[in-house]
């Protein structure tokens, strides 16, 4: 069981992101880390810190629930594009490092997914 994230096209060949819960969780966390803050800090993640404190476009995927709540729409999408684009063109070159790899490999099939979302405008989808 895990978590997948898709288009709300109705198209089954359409691209798709899947981690498993707690991959997700770890995905998050790492792009919360990304923005300069810590989401375990963070009210619904074991912290008190409202989410009021801090200001990235990724609060609506950050703070969704794994498996309940609305779907994001193309907007949503669409402003949560350039700071995923910046934290991939931030990458370290040292290609040595699967784990780290691996996150920015999601963060690419994310972006492709709020992509096609975009360009097709449908919502991104949690299921």
């Not at 060949?13 to 981690?19: H, K, L, N, Q, R």
């Not at 290609?95 to 920015?104: A, T």
């Amino acid at each position: 069981m895990g978590i997948v994230l898709f288009p709300g096209d109705g198209d089954v060949t359409s691209p798709d992101v899947s981690w498993s819960y707690t991959g997700f969780g770890v995905f998050r966390e790492w792009l919360a880390r990304a923005e300069g803050f810590s989401l375990p800090k963070k009210c619904g993640f074991g912290g008190d810190r409202p989410w009021s404190s801090v200001s990235t476009t990724l609060a609506p995927l950050l703070d969704h629930p794994d498996d309940d709540g609305p779907d994001l729409t193309p907007a949503q999408c669409a402003a949560m594009l350039p700071p995923l684009e910046a934290i991939i063109c931030r990458r370290q070159h040292d290609d040595s490092e699967p784990v780290l790899q691996g996150r920015f490999d999601d963060t690419r099939r994310l972006v492709t997914v709020m992509e096609f979302c975009l360009d097709r405008d449908v919502e991104l989808v949690f299921g």
